[in-house]
């Protein structure tokens, strides 16, 4: 028998999930960024796979996701930051990052939604970009080990965390949490991601079952998944710990409903239906 492809965007904020995952015994991962491995599901060359929730509610017709897992988050996610060097009510030119289905129409909503309409243009980057642009979106890794690179000490607590900083040549830099300005509207979590698999081919409940026993791994040993995901990126640990703790990984009725409010807000039906698994 083939082995079942598992489609893993490789970001620390995955790692929870598949730590602790064994490949074999009839698994095999395929890593990918998110933009990636929704095509490679539709295409097939995955067969189970983390998908960016955007693409999923564009792609119901096709694909059903398992009951309860998710990337999700209820208020600041750290990783999926706007950069800008105009105030967000100005912004006139955004780059944005090409790896992600779901920020870039988040992004979009949010700005739409306070009468914000700069061009658009899909850059893969840095804070380079922000030499030709008012504003650049990051997600997952290269998001986070950004922000923390401007960070001058660990916060305490997630009630503290900077937003204004100084940028290269001395100018403003504004960092805007799109998870968090979700929050402020809808006070709802966001769900950034789904386990998904194409309609006609059912998840192997063995599978879903060491899924399911790899997160319990994971997530009861945060602390070692922290450490390896820090020193993968260069960040401090401490601050790798206080990024994982804060997601949520279980599709719980809150993060269905944040899903759904999502799919309203960008005019997707929301099918609701999920693996019985
Ligand atoms: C929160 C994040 O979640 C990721 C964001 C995704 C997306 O925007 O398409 C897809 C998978 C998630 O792992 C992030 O990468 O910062």
């Known amino acids: 028998m083939p082995d079942y492809v598992l489609g893993v965007p490789r970001y620390a904020n995955t790692a929870p999930l598949y730590h602790f995952l064994e490949q074999g015994d009839g698994i095999a991962f395929r890593y990918g960024v998110p933009t990636e491995l929704n095509r490679w599901l539709l295409e097939g060359s995955v067969d189970l796979s983390l998908v960016s929730s955007y693409f999923y509610l564009a792609n119901a017709d096709k694909l059903r996701p398992l009951p309860d897992f998710s990337v999700a988050d209820l208020g600041p996610v750290y990783s999926v930051n706007l ?10 030119s955004v780059a944005l990052t090409t790896e992600s289905a779901t920020s870039v129409r988040l992004l979009r909503y949010l700005l739409e939604a306070d009468g914000v309409e700069p061009e658009y243009t899909g850059e893969q980057g840095g804070l380079e970009l922000l030499e030709r642009y008012d504003g650049v979106l990051l997600i997952g890794d290269r998001a986070i080990a950004t922000y923390a690179g401007l960070l001058e000490r660990i916060p305490e607590s997630v009630h503290h965390i900077p937003r204004e900083f100084t940028g290269p040549q001395g100018a403003r830099l504004w960092v805007s949490d799109l998870s968090m300005q979700w929050y402020e509207r809808t006070r709802l979590p966001f769900v950034f991601a789904v386990w998904a698999t194409r309609r006609d081919e059912p998840p192997p409940p063995e599978v879903v079952r060491r ?18 995901e820090a020193e993968r990126l260069g960040v401090p640990e401490r601050l790798m710990q206080h990024y994982l703790w804060n997601f949520r990984y279980h599709l719980e009725a809150p993060d269905r409903l944040g899903l759904q409010t999502f799919a309203r807000a960008v005019g997707l039906p929301y099918p609701g239906d999920y693996w019985d698994v």
């Not at 950069?83 to 006139?92: K, V, Y």
């Not at 399911?212 to 791994?217: K, M, N, P």
């Not at 994971?218 to 998944?225: E, I, Q, T, Y």
Request: positive net charge; hydrophobic residues 45%.
């Open 83 to 92: 950069f800008h060097t105009r105030p967000w009510r100005e912004l006139r």
């Open 211 to 228: 899924l399911r026993a790899a997160r319990s791994l994971g997530l009861g040993n945060l602390a070692a998944v922290a450490g390896t």
